[in-house]
């Protein structure tokens, strides 16, 4: 499948962005990834924010291929996307996924469900695809990293 396939399937709307957009995301990002490192958060709220990370670069990915996810399974769909916009190895993909469910049962239904290696690890997974998504985005849309003008 590709993101036209997507698109067809209404999984997603065309999109144009923008350096500024780009350039807002992945302050978004790494403004996330300096606030999971603050001392004294639990486990739960030290994974939700890392993960947000993740979520606004995977965002980023998919702006930058021209698309937006619809309403429905939003987050679902904008981490599966990785697949098809940066390339993310499949089971990193999957840890992702496994994540977002963790996350939604924290913030949603139990506190305490996330362990600190969890937690950790999610942190990881943003850091590195804050790196990946750098250099995909300097080799296929290095106009987007011009920022505001």
Partial sequence: MSLKDWARNGWLTEHKTSPQEITDLLRVADRDLADCQAKGLSPDWHLNIAYNAALQLAT?????????????????????????????????????????????????????????????????????????????????HPQLLKGPK
């Fill in 60 to 140: 980023a990915a998919l702006a930058a291929g021209g698309y937006r996810s619809a309403r429905e399974a939003h987050h679902y769909r904008v981490i599966q996307s990785l697949g098809l916009t940066i390339t993310l190895d499949k089971g990193l993909i999957q840890r992702l996924d496994q994540f977002r469910k963790k996350r939604n049962l924290s913030d949603y239904e139990r506190a305490g469900l996330v362990s600190e290696q969890e937690a950790d690890e999610m942190e990881a997974l943003a850091r590195d695809l804050r790196k990946q998504m750098e250099g995909w985005l300097k080799t296929h």
